[in-house]
């Protein structure tokens, strides 16, 4: 069994940074891709960013490309994603997920397991 534990939400003001971090227990971590989605209040859960197995390949949604940063650490099995530039429209339950297979996906029915969320609020 694969069990993931998302950290790092927290309310900050526009402009701000934050880190997340997503540990995975059990599986063999450095062998699958992961990725972040959110779903902000009302709205469908939405892709965010991917990476690969080596941490060689990774794709963003365009609404967050150039602001946030996936990595990986497979030595500590985790995957971060730091956020910069917040904006209010930021604002969402971030989830993380591994799928076993090597390569990025944007497609949430990809992935094989999932943590519970972590929250992040913007104000302005």
């Known amino acids: 069994q694969v069990r993931l534990v998302a950290s790092g939400g927290g309310s900050v003001q526009a402009g701000a940074s934050l880190r997340l971090s997503c540990g995975v227990y059990?599986?063999?971590?450095?062998?699958?891709?992961a990725g972040w989605f959110r779903q902000a209040p009302g709205k469908e859960r939405e892709f965010v960013a991917s990476?690969?197995?080596?941490?060689?390949?990774?794709i963003y949604a365009d609404s967050v490309k150039g602001r946030f940063t996936i990595s990986r650490d497979n030595a500590k099995s985790t995957v971060y994603l730091q956020l910069a530039s917040l904006k209010p429209e930021d604002t969402a339950a971030f989830y993380c997920?591994?799928?076993?297979?090597?390569?990025?996906?944007?497609?949430?029915?990809?992935?094989?397991?999932w943590g519970q969320g972590t929250r992040v609020t913007v104000s302005s």
């Open positions: 059990g599986g063999t971590f450095s062998t699958y891709a």
């Open positions: 997920a591994v799928r076993d297979r090597p390569t990025t996906s944007q497609d949430d029915y990809r992935y094989d397991f």
């Open positions: 990476i690969s197995w080596s941490g060689g390949s990774t």
